[in-house]
């Protein structure tokens, strides 16, 4: 069985965008990004609300100089994504299929049947399958800022144990986090 990789980059007190909406904050380094390009590897398929969708497309056509930008778009170009939204009329994605419903069940099966690692990413469709308790890994970024208020990485009423599997410290001032979710 796949594991489900929640993984998000989020302000000291938790936020993964400010009461504004703004995640400028959050732009990782070379050295954070290296280190993201290597956690991003096995995954096969990133499942994504519509919100995360427009703002990983990006990906899709990034012709950034940097080497480990350029890394991550082929890292990102060669998994299959999944975007559940109820209002994005289509998607403009390569190896992108678009589900109108996110239903537990459907990624259950998904789970089942993948033979590598899933993603999810965004607060909303993360915090669902949070809540559902399909999650085996969580990856928190910490940013060395805090930011008072907006858009929470982890949903209000979600209660799990977890057990720490990794931390590593960045010069830039970020911590990562991996917990495997043991109940």
Request: net charge negative; aromatic share 10%.
């Amino acid at each position: 069985m796949a594991p489900l990789v929640y993984s998000a980059i989020a302000s000291l007190d938790g936020y993964i965008a400010d009461a504004d909406g703004s995640f400028d904050w959050a732009a990782p380094d070379e050295e954070v990004h290296a280190y993201v390009n290597n956690l991003e590897r096995p995954i096969g398929t990133y499942l994504y609300g519509g919100r995360m969708y427009a703002t990983m497309s990006y990906w899709e056509t990034a012709d950034d100089p940097a080497p480990v930008s350029r890394e991550y778009a082929e890292i990102w170009r060669a998994a299959d994504k999944i975007v559940y939204s109820r209002s994005l009329p289509a998607v403009t994605t390569a190896r992108t299929r678009l589900e109108r419903e996110f239903t537990p069940d459907g990624v259950a099966q998904l789970k089942q049947s993948s033979p590598t690692a899933i993603s999810i990413g965004g607060a909303n469709l993360g915090g669902q399958a949070l809540l559902a308790g399909l999650v085996d890994e969580i990856h928190l970024f910490l940013v060395p800022v805090v930011v008072g208020g907006g858009t929470r990485a982890l949903p209000d009423g979600l209660t799990a144990r977890l057990e720490l599997a990794a931390e590593r410290r960045f010069a830039s001032g970020f911590v990562h986090l991996h917990y495997q979710v043991t109940n």
